[in-house]
């Protein structure tokens, strides 16, 4: 029961690390098959947790699994890319580095808060991954990405403050909370509807 989301999260951590390689190893028809990885992946990330959820698996139970296969696909989509399109990473150096500064600090206040990863999985979250696909995918069929980077950049920072303001508003460390309404909800103990 459980097997099927489990197949689409361990499929993450092979899809991405293969990207990388076939990055390193410069493919002739790179863009396309790289294309096909990012889409195959981001997709299995939507798939594992509705297939959790109609075969109503604790969340609690996949959510530690599917926020590392998140970060190792991701990592291995940045690193791949970079490799690939390194102009695009040098003009807009300053703001990734901001957001990567922002998201590792989300880390911190998380571990020395709860000893745990993040795993809150906002509304926020599904659409700044939203957001990061289709800069990946424009970066990599043209090289660059102007508007949907910019619109990419200022989610990501709304969606960092928020998973902060999350943490520090829990009292223990707690997976799949929505929004800062949802974690203020949960604090007082009220039912979330």
Known sequence: MIKLPKILIYSRFVVGPLLFLLSIIHISNYKSVAVGLVVFGFLS?????????????????????DSTADEVFWLSVTAATFIQCKSFFVSNSIQLITLLGIECLTYIICFAK??????????????????????????????????????????????????IGIILILKTWTNDVRSLYHAISIRKSEAIK
Do not use: N
């Open 45 to 65: 990330d939507i798939l594992d947790g509705m297939t959790a959820r109609y075969l109503r698996i604790p969340p609690e139970k996949l959510a530690k699994l």
């Open 114 to 163: 709860f000893r745990k990863g993040v795993a809150v999985h906002s509304i926020g979250s599904k659409v700044w991954t939203l957001a990061i696909f289709a800069t990946f995918i424009q970066v990599i069929l043209t090289g660059d990405s102007l508007v949907i980077f910019q619109i990419c950049f200022y989610i990501g920072m709304i969606r960092c403050i928020e998973v």
